[in-house]
RNA sequence: GUGGGUGUGGCCUAGUGGUUAAGGCGUCAGGUUGUGGCCCUGAAGAUCGAGGGUUCAAAUCCCUCCACUCACCCCA
């Protein structure tokens, strides 16, 4: 039996009003926000995302869909939604229109991963930038909107993670300072983060080791390295968050995986235990459209996993509104009557009224049976008797009454 | 990529070496002429995740693979 590939699934008709919600929700937001939507292709050049979201990461060293296309160019699967926008940004001369530019997206993700609870090889993201002003305005906006986004969901058991990771000046002082402290107790290291000693210091704040954890808590900040213009900004962005009430909490140990964010890194996690921790994120990342060789931009953004939404929103309990209303139900019994059915679908249908029409040869009990099992709000029977006298039977399947009326009056019963 | 758990009709579950794998939900059909839901009856639907091995005999024991799942890694 052939099945889908792994860590990939099938989004079922019974899933769908989750992802219409959320994706309803999302434009929403971005609408009230002025964000405007953008597509880009699902593969891009393998180097946009080498250069930008940094050789050293996770996701570019181990996690790519990458392959050679048949014109022989290295081609990649989407791994993450901001290195596109980006080139998009530059290409299309975006830095020509008010600044910043605010896009959003919604798309499919594709990461080689072991597949978990929450974890797919194909998953789908909503995601916005801001590009083209460094005001922490911006960044409060950003934060904010997303807080906002997913209380309109109705998620509640959240909390907001912020740091700042500081920026090119003032960064590698921090990480020198951070790799020396680490170095004096390196014995006491487990092995991934003696490798993270080398490698990708600022990740060793997120070792979850019992044994790592207390080098953590103890470790320089990154906060108390900052340069006159990042501390700045960062205050601000405290200041602006206080001023319109976003409850928020400043985590020295946040750090994100991606190496294109300078100052602030956010992200925003469920409360309840279990399964993947962060359900958005997003930070700043002034460097990146210079490293992909435009002018350079300062740019904040933030991303969310819809798979992650949506296990949230079932985990609080919280059910997405029906896509539908039932309406109308077709029963006939007999080959004219049959006919009829067959135009009066039709004409229903143009009238705006949403028909399931009987088909096959089945009887007036299994045809209703299927009414029933489908939820409709009324069937409409016809037989020999109302074909002879051109009327219909319509029966109200919730009450349990019914009315012979004329054919022609039907569409304005049902309208009116 | 590492380690643990799991895998029985569409869904949930019983069955841990021995006749045709059991039940519930769901689906379909009937319960006298053209009326659903409740109830009753019946039917369809499973080579027990796949392949190999042990055995007179395997859903049950062993191996390999696949998938799911949990933890790690990492991330949304």
């Known amino acids: 039996m052939y099945q889908a590939p792994r860590g990939t699934v099938d989004i079922l008709p019974e899933e769908q009003v989750y992802w219409r919600y959320v994706e309803q929700k999302a434009a929403a937001i971005c609408s009230l926000y002025g964000y405007e939507r953008i597509d880009t292709p699902t ?13 050293g990461t996770d996701i570019v060293e181990k996690e790519m869909y990458s392959f050679k296309d048949k014109g022989d160019n290295d081609i990649t699967l989407r791994p993450e939604g901001t290195a596109s926008i980006c080139r998009a940004y530059i290409e299309h001369g975006m830095a020509n229109l008010p600044q910043p530019v605010k896009l959003y997206y919604l798309t499919s993700i594709f990461r080689y991963e072991r597949p978990q609870a929450g974890r797919l090889r194909e998953h789908h993201q909503f995601g916005y930038e801001a590009i083209g002003d460094a005001d922490p305005v ?35 002082n921090y990480l020198e300072t951070l790799r020396k402290y680490y170095q004096r107790h390196s014995d006491n290291l487990c092995k991934d983060c ?26 320089p900040k990154s906060i108390d390295y900052l340069c006159e213009d990042c501390g700045q900004h960062f205050n601000l962005l405290q200041k602006y968050l206080d001023k319109i009430c976003l409850p928020y909490s400043v985590n020295h140990k946040l750090v994100r995986g991606l190496d294109y964010y300078t100052r602030t890194v956010f992200e925003i996690q469920p409360e309840l235990e279990g399964g993947q921790s962060t359900i958005g994120g997003g930070g700043r990342y002034d460097n990146l ?3 992909l060789e435009g ?59 949403g028909v399931v029409q009987s088909t096959g040869t089945k009887s007036l009990k299994a045809q209703l049976r299927q ?18 006298s051109q009327t219909v039977i319509l029966k109200d399947m919730a009450g349990n009454s019914q009315e012979n009326l004329p054919v022609d009056c039907l569409i304005d019963k049902l309208k009116g």
Do not use: H
């Not at 593969?43 to 050789?55: C, H, M, P, V, Y």
């Not at 029906?322 to 006939?332: D, T």
């Not at 009414?371 to 409709?376: D, E, G, I, S, V």
């Open 43 to 55: 593969f891009e050049n393998t180097k946009l995302f080498a250069r930008g979201i940094g050789d």
């Open 371 to 388: 009414a029933n099992n489908l939820q409709m709000q009324y069937a409409v029977i016809i037989g020999d008797e109302e074909v002879a």
């Open 194 to 219: 003696r490798t993270r000693l080398e490698r990708n210091t600022l990740r060793l704040l997120d070792c979850k080791q019992s044994n790592c954890r207390q080098f953590v808590n103890n470790a």
């Open 138 to 172: 911006v960044d409060t906006e950003v934060i904010e909107m997303a807080w906002r986004f997913f209380q309109s969901l109705g998620l509640e058991k959240l909390s907001l993670l912020i740091n700042s990771i500081g920026c090119k000046e003032c960064r590698p």
């Open 289 to 291: 459209i210079s490293e």
């Open 295 to 353: 002018k350079p931009t300062p740019a904040v953004g933030f991303a969310t996993g819809i798979e992650r939404i949506i296990l949230n929103l079932k985990r609080e309990g919280i059910a997405a509104p029906a896509l539908y209303e039932p309406s109308v139900f077709i029963a006939s019994m007999g080959d004219n009557a049959r006919e009829t059915a067959v135009k009066l679908s039709s004409d229903l249908r143009n009238a705006g009224i």
